[in-house]
């Protein structure tokens, strides 16, 4: 029972209550369980449920309050509730909102495109729902949800708009908010079979209430904390959202006014926000909207009920109007690790590794066996990742992450110059990846390394597994031989075109078969496939490719290396680099906010997503772990030179592996 109502008056509430969140839940896809996620945020999706609570109400209000709702009645306040889901599914998008009551919102967990159509079959659930209740309530459902659109289509149309209207913004808010409470009185007066004026009379209540509700919610935008509301607050402003109290303010202040005219920085929207709580429009507000609550009162007062259930539908609608619930606000967990240079590797480990690069010969002194750029890549806090199946198995993830360093600094190079010496460096390292390792096809350190590591990484695995690896690292040669080349002839890539390119010379394929040895686990291609793991994969990746790039841009500019985006920004927009840099460093932001709520939803997700086996939590644990590694990149000692670190003889290594044209390929096993 909602602690604002009544029990001796509406006894059957909390009970009816309980069948609407029966009633509620995903929208189901014939034979396809695993995006049934998609519509379903938990079982406090719906929170207070207040306006299938308004919908009970007005039923009861106009029938016996002592007679449980009848089952065309808890499905009408289920539908309205799911009309109002469903929009704030493209709300979250509009607003690029990262959050929901919460938790991470759908467009933060399953990309944009998935958040509307998700938001799309919620909301045509609630006009099937309304259509089986009667002709008349769709109807009813369809006007509304014109009603809503024309709010948001106002509100979209006035951002940033210093001289919006008070009317302007009254249409706004009768659309976006009210339409919908007062829908969720008409259809529970709509079930009681009473006159069409009473009908009206609660659906007027609900709008006003709508218009008070509203008020409310922007003036606690202005003047509440966070760990108040338990959500992001002072969001209006800088969106370019100005609400009654900013427009009353705007119009007799001029400073106000001229802030407005133009995105704020934060300093600029704590300035702005201090100037229209001081100029006295808050309190201005707060009186509209009890104006409007007394308004919606009133619509009860001619309405021949019993006078209890007037007073308690009233006490209810005034009791949740001030929506601050004190109590700690859910934050972020950064994914970040603490910055510890040099610590982490274990001691083991970097005995082992120290001597695996001098018997291989990638290093040929100790200086070299240091290298920031290979070693220093390595060292992760152990906090970062959780423990290696057994010593062995983590030997040799550590030996194939420098293998792969090595392989990465062969082509990118800045000292190799001659395209048909890509080519070369190319055929013979896939050569080298198919030769048999007890009979290699020639010697080399880049050949030995790898036959080392080979027969270990492949232990235990599947035959599928190992061609799919072998064939990922095929690719991203090929891809790492494009960079090459167009590194060489000075081509930078459009924006659109970087992640894909970025992403085809990243071995992401390569990482993720790595993990998979690490934790001696394999990642199923159904959960690969899933639209919210792809997203995940996606968004960590960005990231992580950008962070590097950022840290790494001096040198990446030094050796023109093509797939860097604050190059590409420079290059396609012609901005200075200072303006590419923070534009680049914005997109960061964003990304790693959605990134940091999308990596505390994916356990959630893989417990309950079927197929898995049981093992939700394992897989989920190995991309918390990817994920962390691969954050970890621009905090690492790849990006500082140390003075014990000396770097490699790279050509000395490439003509060792260099395969040219006119020499045949070795046949394969």
């Known amino acids: 029972m909602p602690r604002e109502i009544d029990s001796a008056v509406f006894p059957h509430l909390e009970a009816d209550l309980d069948r609407v969140r ?11 369980p695993e995006l049934a996620a998609l519509t379903d945020a938990g079982p406090d999706t719906s929170r207070r449920l207040v306006r299938p609570t308004l919908t009970l109400l007005s039923y009861y209000l106009l029938t016996d309050p002592a007679v449980p709702a009848e089952d065309r009645v808890v499905r009408a306040a289920a539908a309205v509730e799911l009309l109002h889901v469903g929009s704030l ?47 008349r309530e769709v109807l009813a459902g369809a006007i509304a949800g014109e009603q809503m659109c024309a709010g948001m289509v106002i509100e979209a149309a006035d951002l940033y708009v210093a001289s919006r209207s008070e009317q302007s913004y009254l249409d706004a808010i009768d659309g976006k908010t009210a339409a919908v409470l007062s829908l969720a009185c008409r259809v529970g007066a709509m079930q009681a079979g009473r006159h069409e004026q009473e009908e009206e009379a609660l659906a007027q209540f609900g709008r006003h209430f709508g218009l008070a509700y509203q008020l409310y919610d922007d003036i606690l935008d202005l003047t509440s904390t966070a760990e108040e509301m338990g959500k992001p607050v002072n969001a209006d402003l800088p969106e370019g959202i100005y609400t009654l109290p900013v427009i009353r303010a705007a119009a007799r202040d001029g400073d106000l006014a001229h802030l407005l005219r133009r995105a704020m920085t934060g300093e600029q929207v704590a300035r702005a926000r201090e100037l229209v709580v001081a100029s006295g429009a808050v309190d201005e507000a707060q009186a509209m909207a009890d104006e409007f609550m007394d308004q919606a009162a009133g619509q009860l007062a001619a ?121 070369a460096l190319r055929r013979g390292m896939v050569a080298m990846l198919r030769q048999d390792p007890q009979t290699p096809w020639r010697p080399g350190a880049i050949a ?18 190992q061609e799919r690896f072998l064939d990922s690292i095929e690719e991203w040669f090929e891809a790492a031989e494009r960079e090459a080349h167009h590194r060489i002839n000075g081509y930078i890539p459009s924006v ?84 590419a840099v923070e534009q680049v460093q914005r997109q960061v932001a964003e990304h790693r906010a959605q990134l940091e709520a999308l990596i505390r939803y994916v356990p959630a997700l893989l417990r309950v997503l079927p197929g898995l086996s049981g093992r939700g939590k394992d897989y989920a644990e190995m991309y918390v772990n990817i994920t962390s590694v691969g954050l970890w990149g621009r905090e690492s000692d790849r990006y500082e030179q140390t003075s014990a670190s000396a770097a490699p003889d790279l050509e000395r290594l490439r003509r060792e592996i260099y395969l040219p044209a006119a020499e045949p390929a070795p046949t394969a096993p």
């Open 496 to 579: 659109a075109d970087y992640l894909p390119l970025r992403m085809s010379t990243s071995g992401i394929e390569t990482a993720l078969a790595c993990m998979e040895v690490y934790q001696d686990r394999e990642l199923p291609s159904k959960l690969r496939n899933h639209p919210v793991i792809r997203r995940l994969e996606e968004l960590a990746f960005w990231v992580t490719f950008v962070e590097n790039d950022l840290v790494g841009l001096d040198q990446d500019e030094a050796d023109q290396i093509p797939y860097n985006l604050v190059r590409a920004v420079r290059h396609e927009t012609g901005c200075t680099r200072r303006e």
């Open 89 to 135: 599914y493209h709300d979250d998008v509009v607003d690029h909102a990262y959050e929901r009551r919460g938790r991470p919102s759908a467009n933060v967990v399953w990309g944009s495109h998935m958040a509307v159509l998700g938001g799309d079959s919620v909301m045509l659930t609630s006009v099937r729902m309304l259509a089986e209740v009667g002709g």
């Open 22 to 32: 029966d009633v509620l839940g995903p929208v189901r896809l014939e034979g396809r």
């Open 303 to 423: 309405v021949p009920v019993d006078p209890r259930a007037r007073h308690a539908m009233t006490a209810y609608a005034r009791s949740i109007l001030d929506r601050r619930t004190p109590g700690p606000v859910a934050s972020r967990q950064s994914t970040q690790p603490p910055r510890a240079h040099g610590a982490g590797l274990p001691p083991r480990v970097a005995q082992w590794l120290r001597s695996w690069l001098l018997d291989t010969g990638l290093a040929v002194s100790p200086a070299e066996a240091d290298y920031h750029r290979w070693t220093g890549a390595i060292r992760i806090p152990a906090q970062t990742l959780s423990p290696a199946a057994d010593a062995g198995v983590e030997q040799t993830a550590y030996g194939m992450a420098v293998l792969v360093l090595a392989w990465d600094d062969l082509f990118e190079d800045p000292q190799l110059r001659d395209p048909e010496a890509v080519t």
């Open 448 to 465: 030995t390394a790898w036959a080392s590591l080979w027969p270990r990484l492949r232990e235990g695995r599947t035959t599928r597994w």
